[in-house]
């Protein structure tokens, strides 16, 4: 039944966008991807309402009004706890895709956002703030979750040609998210205050469609085939993700790296950690991961709307020109998403950080003259939107993509777990330390996210090859050799042999015909 599956009409595999993987990228990056932005910037609309709740609240129980102190460390843990919780749901995700497999994960998570929207759309009902900083916690939990297991799932279940296609889809849906809550949060919408305990819980809507219909379709091949060895169930996931077409090719590069790995279990973080022949692919995820956030993207989103204050922009129009950015956000997603399997992954990462360097030099400048000369004031929202654009023409969605490019299936999870955790680490971070760097430095604190961005472009120009293209035993053969040359002890050929066989990582090129047969 496996061969007459295997083998169709047409000679060649299929490379071409289905209907079937349009449709699982778009209602996995819609129901999971897009709350993590929406969930971003949802408090901050309402979070005068929010404070006043809190207030009325402490009143009702204490007889007295909390302290202006009190409301805003209330409001600042409704805000940082989203942050904790995904630091919480990062962490999970290898034991989590491991069990109950990428697909799984994704569907089981849901019962999170039903909890949490429960909790935070009941919570004015109950007069419990609590309820709304318990919801924004396991909102994180999910967002840490599928943050991860998104792109690790479409990647998968890509075709190599349309691997960074597909794998950009949930950094759009993440800016769609944060589109959307600026948009719902105008006051002609839910940004009234009877109405955003309802916009809080709004996610909840997305989850259920995904819900109701991404179960019906299969889990990764590679998963069905590397981890649970089911040959039948993989052919069949093949033929729903593929045109007809033969898929024998495919079945073998997956069969390949299944031998590769057969001494190898999936790993923990600390097997990740310290083995040697993935060292530089370990770096390279910590390197773009940290990157990210430190780049300066969340301090300029955080101090976007003073620097439109100050550029003239009158206070009652902020908000929409707020909206403004959020529309860049998406198109410079969707220019990313459409050009990467042109260009690569390098230039987008490259160009990106690159010129969010430039731009968080030109704040700086803008800053420092804008009281002298006028127009300065424009030169930093151009700036401003320029950070922006850069972010997520590249650096937003690249580094998730390149976690799950660079390793092989039994150090993938572990991959994940350490890139997501420096991520949303990274994230709490900046929103900690920012304002106190800003107090300190003035307008030279975006000089250090200049030098952060700097930075990560020249390590991924110099470290990181290009994977477009490259099949994942091909990317891992690419750092073979930069690996081995961390290796300080010589070793005979065939104890080479069997290392290279134990850790499964590189490839078996010494050992005449017993290497042939160990491939």
Not at 321 to 349: D, K, N, Q, S, W
Request: charged share 10%; net charge neutral; hydrophobic share 45%.
């Amino acid at each position: 039944m496996a061969e007459e599956l295997l083998v169709l009409p047409n000679g060649k595999p299929s490379r071409h966008l289905t209907s079937s993987l349009l449709a699982v990228a778009f209602l996995s990056s819609f129901g999971s991807s897009m709350l993590y932005g929406y969930n971003l910037a949802v408090v901050n609309s309402p979070a005068n309402y929010i404070k006043a709740f809190y207030n009325r609240t402490f009143v009702s129980r204490n007889g007295g009004g909390a302290s202006e102190e009190t409301l805003t460390l209330m409001y600042s843990l409704t805000v940082s706890v989203f942050a904790i919780g995904g630091l919480l749901g990062s962490l999970m995700v290898g034991m989590l895709v491991t069990k109950f497999g990428r697909k799984g994960t994704l569907v089981n998570s849901t019962v999170l956002v039903f909890v949490a929207g429960t909790l935070m759309g009941f919570s004015r009902t109950c007069g419990s703030p609590e309820m709304v900083i318990i919801g924004r916690f396991i909102t994180g939990i999910h967002s840490g979750i599928s943050l991860s297991v998104v792109p690790m799932y479409l990647g998968e279940i890509a075709p190599k040609n349309l691997r960074g296609f597909l794998g950009l889809m949930p950094s759009i849906f993440i800016c769609i998210g944060v589109f959307i809550a600026q948009i719902l949060g105008l006051h002609e919408m839910l940004g009234k205050e009877e109405h955003w305990p309802l916009f809080l819980s709004l996610a909840v809507v997305p989850t259920f469609i995904q819900l109701m219909l991404l179960p019906w379709f299969p889990e990764s091949p590679r998963y069905l085939l590397i981890e649970k060895h089911n040959t039948h169930a993989t052919i069949t996931a093949l033929r729903w993700y593929r045109a007809k077409c033969n898929i024998q090719s495919e079945v073998e590069e997956m069969q390949e790296e299944q031998r590769s790995l057969s001494t190898v279990d999936t790993v923990t973080v600390r097997g990740l950690l310290t083995d040697t022949s993935v060292r530089w692919q370990v770096l390279s995820v910590v390197v773009v991961n940290i990157g990210m956030q430190l780049s300066g993207i969340d301090a300029i989103w955080f101090y976007t709307n003073t620097i439109f204050e100050n550029a003239g922009i009158p206070i009652p129009q902020i908000q929409y020109t707020t909206v403004g950015t959020g529309a860049i956000e998406v198109i410079a997603g969707l220019v990313g998403c459409f050009t990467i399997e042109r260009v690569g992954r390098r230039p987008l990462m490259i160009g990106g950080f690159s010129f969010m360097g430039v731009c968080c030099a030109g704040i700086t400048l803008s800053l420092i003259l804008q009281a002298h000369v006028s127009f300065m004031r424009y030169v930093s929202v151009a700036c401003v939107v320029g950070i922006i654009a850069g972010f997520c023409i590249g650096p937003a969605g690249v580094p998730f993509l390149m976690t799950a490019e660079l390793f092989k299936q039994s150090h993938r999870p572990a991959a994940y777990t350490v890139g997501g955790s420096l991520n949303w680490m990274s994230n709490f971070t900046v929103g900690f330390v920012f304002p106190f760097l800003q107090m300190s430095a003035g307008a030279f604190c975006y000089l250090v996210f200049c030098g952060v961005c700097i930075t990560v472009a020249s390590y991924v120009f110099f470290i990181i090859p290009e994977t477009k293209n490259k099949t994942f035993m091909e990317i891992s053969q690419m750092f073979a050799p930069r690996n081995a040359a961390l290796k300080s002890q010589p070793l005979g050929s065939l104890d080479q042999l069997k290392l290279k066989a134990m850790n499964g990582y590189g490839t078996l090129e010494s050992g005449g015909d017993n290497s042939m047969e160990a491939m």
